[in-house]
């Protein structure tokens, strides 16, 4: 069973950063962490849940929503299992449950229902 942990999160004023971490254990050996591409979402209260980012395989193609453009930098290490999302220049907008996730697919707009298992996120509080 996959399962996934993201840690990083807390209260922070407008401006400043957070680094959130995600990993990613119980793979099967015949579909490693090297081979899945990974993904950041975030979600509000009543809102559906929204992509953030997007880092392939490789590390060496990423993808970000406008809102994080300039602002959050994706990231992986395939030797750890683990991946990251850094962010600068925090706003109270950018409040929410972050979440990672895999996918061995690339997915050209990523959805959450694309993704069948979810960890618990962490949340990313910005006050103004």
């Known amino acids: 069973q996959v399962q996934l942990t993201e840690s990083g999160g807390g209260l922070v004023q407008a401006g400043g950063s957070l680094r959130l971490s995600c990993e990613v254990s119980g793979l099967h050996f015949t579909s490693p962490f090297s081979r899945r591409h990974m993904y950041w979402f975030r979600q509000t209260p009543g809102k559906e849940r929204e992509f953030v980012a997007q880092i392939l395989t490789t590390g060496g193609d990423t993808k970000y929503a406008d809102f994080a453009k300039g602002r959050f930098t994706i990231s992986r290490d395939n030797s750890m299992n683990m991946a990251y999302l850094q962010m600068n220049g925090l706003k109270p907008d950018d409040t929410a449950v972050y979440y990672c996730?895999?996918?061995?697919?690339?997915?050209?707009?990523?959805?959450?229902?694309?993704?069948?298992?979810w960890g618990q996120g962490t949340q990313v509080t910005v006050s103004s």
């Open positions: 996730n895999i996918h061995t697919l690339y997915l050209a707009t990523p959805q959450s229902g694309d993704f069948p298992v």
